[in-house]
């Protein structure tokens, strides 16, 4: 992978992920334009040979430069907020997949599909077949249809994890004792990778998240 592939996000596999993206490129507009700004600004002021001693204030100039970024953080605080309930929204129906952390591993169920808790441990290097990634692939995957809601409920047995897939703009902590929930809607059948977000202990970071989507036949099957 080049390494401009490597600065951008992962491509999006969900509706939120890709209003993430979407507001993601609103923000990067509006932090270049001001970057851009600032920095004509700068060079002008410093090629500038003119000055004055008997001005001590503007007026009309702090007025704008008050007004004008107040419109800015506007423009950036109304999609983020629209972006906030879209997060917040879970729907009632679809399957729930229940996912426990572990130092160092996850376990899964899908409690309505009859599949009981199992465990997901990273597969280690001299296992990898061909293709595989290196420590990201498990040795279990959670399966989940695609094009149905999905509710992640998140937990944890010991110490403080975090559940988080980026293709599905999800990333949830799993606090001993509590449960968190995130609703995901899968829009294409793949293989999904993510990691554990929250340091949890010496081998943090050996303990990979993999969802698997499939047709909803073939996971009843």
């Known amino acids: 992978m080049s390494t401009w592939g490597q600065l951008n996000l992962m491509d999006p596999a969900s509706p939120i992920q890709a209003e993430m993206l979407l507001f993601h490129d609103h923000a990067i507009v509006l932090l270049v334009g001001i970057f851009s700004f600032v920095a004509l600004i700068g060079v002008k002021l410093a090629f500038n040979k003119f000055s004055s001693r008997t001005m001590h ?48 591993y996850w376990s899964y169920e899908v409690p309505a599909a009859g599949i009981e808790s199992f ?36 937990t944890s047995a010991d110490v403080l994890h975090a559940w988080t897939l980026p293709s599905m703009g999800i990333k949830m902590d799993a606090v001993p004792g509590r449960l968190n929930s995130m609703g995901m809607f899968v829009e294409s059948p793949g293989v999904y990778y993510g990691q554990c977000s929250e340091i949890c202990g010496a081998n943090h970071s050996f303990m990979p998240i993999v969802v698997e989507a499939v047709d909803i036949a073939d996971f009843l099957a």
Request: proline share 5%; glycine share 4%; no cysteine.
């Open 119 to 154: 465990d997901s441990y990273m597969v280690q290097d001299p296992d990898l077949s061909h293709g595989e990634y290196r420590l990201l692939e498990v040795d279990n995957r959670a399966t989940i249809p695609y094009d149905m809601n999905t509710t992640v409920i998140a």
């Open 57 to 104: 204030e503007a007026q009309q100039l702090e007025t704008v430069w008050t007004i004008v970024p107040a419109f800015l953080l506007i423009w950036l605080a109304l999609p983020s907020l629209r972006l906030l309930y879209l997060l917040d929204e879970q729907s009632n129906n679809g399957i729930v997949l229940k996912s426990t952390g572990h130092q160092w």
